[in-house]
Nanobody, 122 residues
């Protein structure tokens, strides 16, 4: 069992940056690929970014490519999402997740964080 704790969300103006962190406990995160998803009000949860177990492969949604960077530190059991040039359409609850694939559907991830709210004002 892996417990994931998300943090780092907040309120930021358009064009600003935020850094989300996900810390794993109870089991090493290095056994899993990791990803970030987001869910805006009234919308389905969607894939944002993913990273392989040893960080040799990453994947991004087209909407965030070039603005967001996912990274991980297996020694610290953490996954980070650096979000730059944020736009109002990035407003959502962001969740980290652990699974087997660098990019997958929501039902392919075994463990989820509790979510952290990101709000971007125009």
């Amino acid at each position: 069992q892996v417990q994931l704790v998300d943090s780092g969300g907040g309120l930021v103006q358009a064009g600003g940056s935020l850094r989300l962190s996900c810390v794993a406990s109870r089991r090493t995160l290095s056994s899993f690929a990791a990803g970030w998803f987001r869910q805006a009000p009234g919308k389905e949860r969607e894939f944002v970014a993913g990273i392989s177990r040893n960080a040799d492969s990453t994947a991004y949604a087209d909407s965030v490519k070039g603005r967001f960077i996912i990274s991980r530190d297996n020694a610290k059991n953490t996954v980070t999402l650096q979000m730059n040039s944020l736009q109002p359409e990035d407003t959502a609850v962001y969740y980290c997740a652990a699974g087997l694939r660098t990019r997958g559907a929501t039902d392919e991830y075994y463990y989820w964080g509790q979510g952290t709210q990101v709000t971007v004002s125009s």
